[in-house]
Structure formats: C-alpha cells, structure tokens
C-alpha cells in the first residue's frame, strides 16, 4: 500500500517539476505564453483529479476530446456572461450521450482561482463537486481559460462510457 502512495506522490512531483520547467522564449507572443500556461493549468488539473481518484482506490480518468472541446467552449461562454453557470448543460450532456455513447455525464465549474491546485482545493471542499470527481466516471475533458483580467475559469465535463 505505501508504494501505491509513493508512485502517486512521484507522478505529482514529476508534472511539478515539468510544469516548472516551462520556460518561454523572447520571440514568443503573449498570447502563445498564454495559451501554455493554460494547457499546463490543464494539465496539472488533470494530474490532480488522477491522483486524487488513485488515494481514495478509484481508477483514473481518461481525457477525452470532445468532452474537452465542449469544456473549452461552456469555459468561454461563462466569460462572456462574466459569470459562472451550468447554462445549456442538458445540450453538453446530450452530445456526449450521442457521440461518445456516455452512460452518465457530470461538470464542475470555477472561477477566479490562481492555480491548479486552488481550483481543485475549492472542489473538493465542495460536495457536489468532489462527487464528480470521484464519481463512477471513466472519462473527463477540462478547460482552464483567462478572461481579459486575468481571472481564470474552469469546466471539467465527467463521463461514463
């Protein structure tokens, strides 16, 4: 059991560090450094969710790509209403059941916190959310987009094939 701990500890501490690493050249745009920071936000979110499932003995997840498109696309419309919402949620669910033959869906949404790390501490001290994330899920998709001050918002789109 304690090397079960460890491996999840050093998959962590690896994607820490990978994270850190990033590192941005001078030629690069703001919008390509703001584009990497959000794929490592996502990355690290999903790495979280994984290592949290592995602690409490549930299987990891597996991203999936239109689950992560329909995220990307709810994330944008939150910032567009300057608010975070479950709007047209029936409609993200109904693809998924549609095309990718989901047996049951779930999301979270956020906004407003600075990390991976907040994001998923303001999950899982919510019950609604931590059952998601801990759900009967074989699949998730996440999207972590800035809006024009800076503030972060997130959706992760759950599902069961």
Known sequence: ?????????????????????????????????????ALTIKENIFQLVNAHRAVIGKEPLATNYLASQLAEEHTR??????????????????RLFDEENAKSVGENVAAKQRSAKDVMEAWLNSTGHRENIEGDFTHIGISAVKNDVGQYYYTQLFLKQ
């Open 1 to 37: 059991m304690k090397t079960y701990y460890l491996r999840n500890w050093f998959v962590l501490l690896y994607f820490a560090v990978l994270s850190c690493t990033v590192s941005c050249s001078k030629n690069d745009s703001a919008e390509d450094i703001e584009k990497r920071e």
């Open 77 to 94: 419309y939150m910032i567009t209403q300057n608010d975070i919402s479950h709007d047209n949620f029936d409609d993200r669910a109904d």
